[in-house]
């Protein structure tokens, strides 16, 4: 098996340290050395869709050097993983993104497995996030791993192609549309009786759960923290 480089993204790594944690963990389940390169840093997203080019394209720069041994770079965001592959072309003249993956592309499409010994026995929905579902074209691949989680119960999320209005500094600058998104987002989940909502990126389940606490719900969750868990 080969090994793997992870990158953990900037959100990951201040608030939610278990879901890379879950990934080390399915990935060496599966019998992949999974290595962090400690040099890491930010993708460069939030300069590059703030207009501070040359900032990220330093970033990017970067980015290349630390995971530039790696054949295979698995992140669990679609955000982060979408920022590479579509915007590192234009900032380094490289076509490295075509190297990193988020998480349900490794599993599905270069690993070739899509059931990795899971146990979850709780309800849970599912959110497709816009940069997984519009920029990747996921699909359905984290729900094509979810469904061969032993004990779990999937339910639909209504209107579940609907974004959930944070859009990384959209929330900011658009803050009453993206309540009113928002707000959508947490009714129809909540509608859904889950115990769980689940999606691919930590900054939509961040906004989400903010809703969710005020107004009730299921609890957000990466899912990635699913098809770690065996009990």
């Known amino acids: 098996m080969s090994r793997i480089g992870l ?3 900037c959100v990951n790594d201040a608030l939610y340290p278990q879901t890379p944690k879950a990934v080390v963990t399915v990935l060496e389940r599966l019998g992949y050395e999974v290595d ?7 993708c460069g997203q939030m300069h590059a869709n703030s207009g501070y080019r ?14 530039g041994g790696y054949e295979a770079v698995v992140t669990p965001s679609g955000s982060c993983a979408a920022m590479v592959r579509d915007q590192y072309p234009d900032l380094t003249g490289s076509d490295f993104g075509a190297r990193v993956l988020e998480l349900s592309e490794f599993l599905l499409d270069h690993a070739g497995v899509d059931d990795v010994g899971a146990r979850f026995e709780h309800t849970v ?6 940069h997984g579902t519009r920029a990747l074209g996921l699909g359905d691949k984290p729900l094509r ?3 061969n989680v032993a004990g779990i119960e999937l339910v639909d999320l209504p209107e579940a192609d609907q974004c959930c209005g944070f859009g990384g500094t959209f929330a900011l600058k658009n803050s009453e549309v993206s ?3 928002l707000e959508d987002k947490c009714r129809h989940a909540d509608r859904t009786g889950a115990e769980y909502l689940a999606a691919a990126d930590n ?11 005020r107004s009730g719900g299921p609890r957000p969750i990466h899912y990635a923290e699913i098809l770690a868990a065996t009990a």
């Open 7 to 9: 990158f953990i993204t």
């Open 125 to 130: 929905t599912y959110h497709p996030t816009c």
């Open 145 to 147: 791993l979810l469904r």
């Open 54 to 67: 040359d900032d990220a394209a330093k970033l990017a720069r970067s980015f290349e050097e630390v995971f």
């Open 203 to 213: 900054s939509c389940l961040t906004h989400i759960g903010g809703g969710i606490s």
């Open 179 to 181: 309540t009113a998104m």
């Open 36 to 42: 962090f390169p400690t040099a890491q840093t930010c």
